[in-house]
């Protein structure tokens, strides 16, 4: 890379570590190039990003941003995924990292808090934003039915009466 590349990559990486729900960070050796392409489609298909960086310019991408406590975990050689979804990158990463022990989850970070591996683990144990938007949608309906069905219970029982009473008159 020329020096004015370098500079476009880390003004460009910088933006990525600023504006992304999460960051995770892990060790890939020993991937072949399919499994490290298998990842990248994964992660892409979920809506997240997945990027191989120099260490020295990732470090200096993250400096003045809200995941700069995640610099150390840069050593040897790492990638990058990421999202905007919190959710997103942690979880494929995961799910990738327990078919194959190549990829070593090292950390990563939401925000200004820094994960270590179990942080991640445990950010990828909770359900998706569309997950979640889904279970709240439920949680609202629900009660509406459960509203009309108490609305449309005395009319039933109404109708049942009087069904009642027409069938005793027919009967006599």
């Known amino acids: 890379m020329e020096k004015a590349e370098k500079r476009e990559f880390v003004t460009w990486l910088n933006g990525v570590f600023k504006d992304s729900g999460s960051v995770v960070v892990a060790h890939y050796t020993g991937l072949t ?3 490290l392409s298998d990842l990248r489609s994964k992660m892409r298909d979920a809506g997240g990003t997945v990027k191989v960086a120099k260490n020295r310019l990732a470090k200096i991408a993250l400096q003045g941003t809200e995941s700069e406590g995640i610099s150390d975990l840069f050593v040897g050689q790492t990638l990058v995924a990421y999202s905007n979804d919190p959710i ?3 979880k494929i990463a995961i799910e ?12 990563g970070s939401m925000g200004a808090t820094t994960l270590d591996a179990d942080g991640v683990k445990a950010l990828a144990a909770l359900p998706s934003l569309d997950e979640l938007r889904a279970k709240l949608v439920g949680m609202i309906q629900t009660p509406a039915s459960r509203i009309a069905q108490v609305v449309n219970a005395p009319a039933a029982q109404l109708a049942r009466v009087f069904g009642a009473y027409a069938r005793k008159d027919e009967a006599a």
């Open 96 to 107: 990738f990292a327990k078919g194959n022990e190549k990829l070593v989850i090292l950390g």
């Open 88 to 90: 997103t990158a942690p």
């Open 33 to 35: 190039v399919a499994q």
